[in-house]
């Protein structure tokens, strides 16, 4: 019975974990789920790009970013490899009928660390990217994050931009230059 139990559980942890990898997806992106603390202080690169006119990023802050993104896109696909590589490996080691725990809790603790440095690689470029902006356009991404668009409040692509002088939808006067 316990043989049964321990093999049911671990191959819960391996469907798990090959869950996470597979819906992981390809590309980079910082989580944010609500209520984060790490993830409402940082700006997705995306959400940036989106709003690089209103935010008046300049050119050397978008070639700093694209760097960044694709150092970091190149990057974690290696990681993901790895990453796949040994969750696979755990799922053989969990089919077994008597699972040895010490080599289990081995090819664990490797899918632990491909997943912490996949974790620390989105961070680190979320880090670099906000550094590499001002202090006011930090504030007007805040500020946009929370203006409801076409898909309600968040990090959408907010209102249409408007010639300049002429008040948004929301009505507000446009800040910035042509």
């Known amino acids: 019975m316990k043989k049964t139990t321990g093999l049911l559980v671990g191959m819960m942890v391996a469907a798990f974990l090959l869950g996470v990898v597979l819906v992981s997806g390809q590309q980079p992106q910082p989580l944010q789920p609500p209520g984060d603390p790490i993830g409402e202080a940082m700006f997705p690169p995306e959400m940036i790009m989106q709003h690089q006119r209103e935010?008046?990023?300049?050119?050397?802050?978008?070639?700093?970013?694209?760097?960044?993104?694709?150092?970091?896109?190149?990057?974690?696909?290696?990681?993901?490899?790895?990453?796949?590589d040994a969750v696979e490996a755990l799922s053989e080691i969990m089919k077994s009928s008597s699972v040895n725990e010490q080599q289990a809790l081995a090819?664990?603790?490797?899918?632990?660390?491909?997943?912490?440095?996949?974790?620390?690689?989105?961070?680190?470029?979320?880090?670099?990217?906000?550094?590499?902006?001002?202090?006011?356009?930090?504030?007007?991404?805040?500020?946009?994050?929370?203006?409801?668009?076409?898909?309600g409040p968040g990090p959408g692509p907010g209102p249409a931009p408007q010639p300049y002088g002429q008040p948004r939808p929301d009505g507000q006067p446009q800040t910035n230059e042509p």
């Open 55 to 84: 935010i008046v990023l300049t050119n050397e802050q978008k070639m700093f970013m694209r760097g960044e993104i694709q150092k970091t896109t190149t990057r974690f696909n290696e990681l993901q490899w790895q990453l796949q």
């Open 107 to 151: 090819q664990l603790d490797k899918v632990l660390d491909a997943e912490r440095e996949i974790k620390h690689l989105h961070i680190g470029m979320a880090i670099r990217i906000k550094n590499n902006l001002t202090p006011e356009q930090q504030t007007r991404l805040r500020a946009m994050r929370h203006m409801p668009g076409p898909g």
